[in-house]
């Protein structure tokens, strides 16, 4: 009988030199918290980019206009990336919630040029479903490929995926917790198909949860939906597909 033979996957040691490029402050720390401070620990360097300061990530602009929000949403990454070990952070100072309406020649050049800056092993961002499907996280996610490839895709380039498994066990959680943007909804990525299956140690899910919790605006509202033990569980695992090289 035919067996499927599971890939190796690659633990957070055996990316290099990391560059992390994101849409918002918390999409890193949410999706490759656990893999950026393992890596930091390990002596590696890590430069995590977010193209906005998510100044617009609230359901009550009244209360947090965006130059508050924007402002808070600096201090809270800041604090973050600090309990992650993280001392190489950017920002592309894009505006939140309009990244497709930019003419993408700027953006994706700026990102060329991280990438000869920091000549990264592994490259780490969305894949095309940006996740949660999310406007700006799909956008993010064709610059970075785009730009990649413009430099002839040098290192690795993996993108943030949701597995099988995660969402046979995650998804009616995923709905209460209003995690995606519109009706569209991943199928999953087969385990065996995973370039990154990171299981966080209880130490490293430790560190994750409080730079999580620093970002207080973004996730208290995860917190309440999830309660402390599911959100903390939901988010031990961070799972990577590899995109081939054109």
Not at 137 to 156: K, L, N
Not at 188 to 205: Q, Y
Request: charged residues 25%; aromatic residues 6%; glycine residues 8%.
């Amino acid at each position: 009988m035919a067996t499927t033979e599971r890939r190796t996957a690659l633990a957070p040691t055996d990316l290099g030199t990391i560059l992390a490029v994101w849409a918002h402050p918390d999409d890193e720390t949410f999706l490759a918290g656990g893999i950026m401070a393992d890596a930091v620990a390990n002596g590696q360097r890590v430069v995590c980019v977010a193209a906005t300061a998510g100044e617009r990530g609230t359901d009550d602009p009244v209360e947090w206009p965006p130059e508050r929000l924007g402002r808070v949403r600096r201090w809270e990454a800041r604090a973050a990336m600090a309990v992650l070990g993280v001392a190489d952070h950017r920002w592309l100072g894009l505006p939140d919630g309009h990244l497709a309406d930019l003419d993408p020649d700027g953006p994706i050049e700026s990102i060329a040029w991280l990438i000869d800056d920091v000549g990264p092993d592994t490259i780490l961002t969305f894949g095309p479903d940006g996740m949660t499907f999310h406007p700006d996280h799909r956008t993010i996610s064709t610059w970075v490929t785009e730009a990649w490839r413009r430099r002839g895709a040098p290192g690795r380039l993996l993108h943030a995926a949701m597995s099988t498994s995660q969402l046979d066990e995650w998804a009616e959680r995923y709905e209460a917790w209003g995690v995606f943007m519109t009706d569209e909804r991943p199928t999953g990525v087969p385990d065996a198909e995973l370039a990154v299956d990171h299981r966080l140690s209880p130490t490293t899910l430790d560190q994750k949860m409080a730079a999580l919790l620093a970002m207080h605006s973004q996730t208290a509202p995860a917190l309440a939906v999830l309660g402390a033990g599911d959100f903390r569980h939901e988010n031990a695992f961070e799972r990577f597909v590899a995109c081939p090289a054109p």
